[in-house]
């Protein structure tokens, strides 16, 4: 069986940003909660306000939710040649221009940074950039996420 | 060295390049495993099915790289007194947490101060993350600005 290795003529690519992700108050509780981020701010609002923030803040990580749905589009894409039983995640990395907060609607722009093939595994890496929408429509920056698969090839 | 007792948001200048700020075990059990799977929307099979997991060439159930990464920098972000102050944090994924069936994979987390930039009022906080003596993580590394 010939295992075949993610394209690399996907490097470069660039996606239309994302039908809009809403931050609910519960959802970021939740996440909270199954991460073990037990500080406050994420769980009580009044004491999110006291921090100055609008509503509960967002853990670290939690941006994965929203970028593992924009990075679907070209992971889950047939002609990537991606095939996930042979991905393991090799890197991850999370730069916040502001804290994601509940009440946040969140699109982002998916892009391929680079394909690289390298002694039968293939190194894939997606930046997630994710903008908040405002009521005017203007995007504000929010979060870059930034994320390397390993796929291993044939023998690997 | 110093052991921080975390009361509001350090102070910079108290801080010193290797100064260890915190030290957590994390108890990460198959329960746990499924509550991130449905938090994060992370279904892969080789998080809670042990049959596939180990079918696939894994010693066992593995936990989500994500939920260690993302359990580990909770000590961080009590420790700077805001959640919002993480401006950057990263890490690679090197080598799987194995989860049994019964019980809990410990997994040490210790922070420790790795560099200051006074004029960014930033700190970079190190995360030494093991599991029975061997490093899970790689090169993790939070940015706070305090």
């Known amino acids: 069986m010939t295992v075949a290795l993610p394209d690399p003529a996907f490097a470069g690519r660039e996606y239309p940003a994302t039908p809009a992700y809403s931050v609910g108050r519960e959802k970021v509780r939740e996440f909270a909660a199954a991460v073990g981020a037990q500080h406050p701010a994420h769980h009580d609002l009044e004491v999110a306000r006291g921090l100055g923030y609008a509503d509960v803040v967002a853990p670290a990580t939690f941006a994965v939710v929203v970028a593992q749905r924009a990075e679907q589009q070209y992971v889950a894409d047939p002609a990537a040649g991606i095939d996930f039983s042979r991905v393991v995640h090799a890197d991850e990395r999370f730069t916040h221009h502001r804290p994601i907060v509940a009440g946040d609607e969140l699109v982002t722009v998916l892009h391929v940074d680079s394909v690289m093939h390298r002694a039968g595994i293939a190194m894939v890496t997606t930046r997630s950039e994710i903008f908040a929408v405002g009521a005017d429509g203007d995007r504000e920056p929010v979060s870059t996420v930034v994320s390397t698969l390993a796929v291993r090839g044939e023998g690997k | ?146």
Do not use: C
């Open chain 2, 1 to 146: 060295m110093t052991e921080a007792v975390s009361v509001g948001a350090p102070a910079l200048e108290d801080l010193a390049v290797g100064d260890v700020v915190a030290t957590r075990t994390l108890e990460l059990d198959r329960p746990r495993l499924v509550r991130y799977a449905g938090a994060s929307g992370d279904f892969n099979r080789i998080h809670w099915d042990e049959a596939f997991a180990t079918s696939v060439g894994l010693p066992n159930v593995i936990a989500h790289g994500m939920l260690t990464m993302g359990a580990a920098v909770g000590v961080v972000e009590d420790w700077a007194g805001d959640p919002g102050a993480v401006v950057d944090y990263q890490t690679r994924f090197t080598r799987p947490v194995p989860v049994p069936a019964d019980g809990a994979a410990a997994v040490e987390v210790t922070a420790t101060v790795g560099a200051i930039d006074a004029e960014a009022r930033t700190v970079r906080v190190d995360l030494t993350v093991v599991h029975e003596g061997v490093k899970v993580l790689g090169k993790a590394q939070a940015v706070v600005r305090l």
